[in-house]
């Protein structure tokens, strides 16, 4: 009892103590001030995740790590980011969010909803099949190895930091396999069509003379100013990395392939078919559409869309004076001559012309444009027989680098001409290319929001600058508004056949015969498109998703606004604060109609 009762007084003591140094630090230690910890929070994170991604900084324009190529389907690099979402979310949670702006308030909400996405996606085994046809590691590093992607080559240390990231490269490439035998134990697969497209992109890059290969073409290229000693060493080097470690590691995968996977993969294509597959395509459309809707939803939301752009088409075979139904229409426009190029660098070329002229146009919507340029290069011949008919890759923003409009010309005569002013609005000039760099050239934001996207919100708004093209100016020919409808008819397609693929069980000749039957599409493109809904379950979903919200929630605020309404300060309002769920979208601009009144 005596030595009980001497600790118990030596704790009084030291609580005392502290309780008395508590007191005397908190008279002289500021309180931290909310906003003050949830931006160092944002800024430290950030950072980490820099340094977790390497790839990331630099397609930002942070070259700090561009010697590095994070790992990212390894256990250990899973793990680490893991617990990085798990760290910061309770450190966000400790932050009183009620003290917060209106502004930090979105922020605190943007950044624990990715945390909570990426938390809540780690029951699924993504990382058992890491590549596909249209996503994969091998076509990715090829475009950053061969000088046109966003790893520069204008320093001696550039070329000296890609020949570490060619040796990461052959360490991811055996994480890769590792995964995807792994994935066959389990049962989880890619469909067999997909892995059997994917054998001729990796096999592009098996060459004989290292001189052949896209990988030495910054060694064509080196700037100027390399010495001489410079020129023979980094040749030399080149010549062997290409030989022994880029061209090997192809090689392993294309052997895998052929000798392994591609005899164990699956013959169905949705994701209904994989383990836990229900659970893991309903993820994916929350993921991809920031909303709560069914499979089943969507695709009837689908069914109604194609529907009613149908009978818009009609109007426009009557204002041409088409005699026939929409079916011919179709092959009408898919067949004559009129409509297409006779050369691949025609069509970019066609894309190049309209810049100056609707970015002039663009104007009368929009006050707010973005600093960064961009430029139009033609989808590189390795990828295209499976790319999409057009993409965008992002600036920097302090313009070093321009945003790049990435158009498909495989097969000319697939490419008509009548869906080329949709494509520009859509990648370019007023879609993703305005909101993009509107979103990274403004240093108010976080950089977490700066840099970070929703599908849906970014999508959705590439779909609605579609449908600004009679408004801004374009579409005064009738076939390219035709090319906008079947642009959005596309788009709304894309809702009945990626549920119809991954929820209800539909077959690639199913999605290929729904397609053809109500679009004008070409084979060659409706093949790639199939495929690719196949290869990444609900990201076509959030196009037509966002673009109807977006629409819904302009026409709402010109109803409440009336006179009010200012259709270049809405476009302000949507743009400038970045992505976000659609739902904040919608309270954000309430917000915003609400102020006007």
């Known amino acids: 009892m005596k030595n009980f009762a001497a600790v118990m007084l ?68 899973i793990a680490a980011a893991t617990a990085m979402d798990e760290k910061y979310l309770v450190q966000l949670l400790e932050i ?18 990715r945390r909570e996405q990426s938390l809540e996606g780690n029951q699924f085994p993504f990382h058992l099949q890491p590549i596909n046809q249209f996503r994969s590691l091998t076509n990715f590093f090829v475009q950053l190895g061969s000088g046109t992607s966003a790893h520069p080559f204008k320093t001696v240390k550039d070329y000296d930091d890609f020949l570490s990231r060619a040796d990461q490269f052959s ?128 695709h009837q939301i689908g069914l109604s869309e194609v529907a009613r752009i149908h009978e818009e088409m009609r109007g426009v075979m009557e204002e041409v004076g088409f005699e026939g139904g929409l079916e011919e229409f179709f092959e009408f426009v898919n067949t004559d001559d009129r409509f297409f190029y006779d050369e691949a660098e025609e069509l970019i070329q066609g894309y190049r012309d309209m810049s100056d002229h609707i970015t002039e146009l663009s104007k009368s919507l929009f006050d707010i444009m973005p600093k960064t340029g961009f430029e139009v290069r033609r989808v590189e011949p ?65 950089r977490f929001r700066r840099f970070g996207g929703f599908t849906a919100y970014s999508e959705g708004w590439g779909l609605y600058a579609e449908s600004l093209g009679k408004e801004l100016g374009v579409y005064t020919d009738p076939y390219q508004y035709f090319g906008g409808l079947n642009a959005e008819l596309w788009r709304s397609i894309r809702l009945v056949v990626d549920t119809g693929i991954h929820a209800k069980q539909w077959s690639r000749q199913d999605v290929l015969d729904y397609m053809y039957a109500n679009s004008a599409v070409a084979e060659v493109r409706a093949v790639s498109e199939a495929e690719r809904f196949m290869a990444i379950p609900g990201q076509a979903l959030a196009y037509k998703v966002g673009q109807l919200k977006i629409r819904e929630i302009r026409n709402e605020a010109e109803v409440a606004l009336g006179d009010k309404f200012n259709v270049k300060d809405f476009h302000t309002e949507v743009l400038k604060d970045g992505p976000m769920p659609l739902s904040m979208l919608e309270s954000k601009l309430d917000r915003w109609v609400a102020s006007q009144l």
């Open 382 to 446: 390795f990828r295209e027989a499976s790319a999409a008919g057009g993409s965008y890759q992002a600036g920097t923003p302090d313009g070093s680098r321009p945003g790049i409009f990435y158009a498909n010309a495989y097969d000319i005569k697939a490419r008509g001409k009548w869906a080329m002013e949709s494509l520009f609005l859509h990648e370019a000039i007023p879609g993703h290319h305005f909101q993009i760099m509107i979103q990274r050239e403004n240093e108010e934001l976080p």
């Open 96 to 113: 009183d969010r009620e003290q917060l702006s209106y502004q930090d308030q979105l922020s605190y909400d943007l950044f624990k909803i």
């Open 10 to 77: 030596a704790g009084v003591f030291l609580v005392a103590a502290c309780s008395e140094t508590q007191d005397q630090a908190a008279a002289v230690a500021p309180e931290v001030n909310a906003s003050d910890a949830l931006h160092a929070l944002f800024d430290e994170h950030f950072e980490r995740n820099l340094e977790l991604n390497p790839l990331s900084a630099t397609f930002i324009g942070d070259y700090r790590y561009n010697d590095r190529m994070a790992n990212s389907n390894s256990p250990e690099y």
């Open 171 to 298: 360490i991811n490439i055996d994480q890769v396999i590792t995964n995807m035998k792994e994935g066959m134990n389990q049962g989880v697969t890619q469909p067999r069509i997909l892995m059997e497209k994917l054998v001729p992109q990796v096999d592009a890059h098996i060459v004989d003379d290292v001189k052949d290969s896209n990988f030495y073409k910054p060694v064509t290229k080196m700037p100027e100013d390399f010495s001489d000693e410079d020129r023979m060493r980094l040749t030399a080097v080149y010549e062997d990395k290409i030989r022994n470690t880029i061209i090997p590691a192809y090689q392993r995968v294309s052997n895998f392939l052929g000798d392994e996977y591609i005899g164990a993969a699956r013959e169905t294509v949705g994701l209904y078919a994989q383990p836990n597959g229900a659970d893991w395509y309903a993820y994916m459309v929350r993921l991809r559409t920031t909303t709560d809707m069914s499979p089943d939803e969507i």
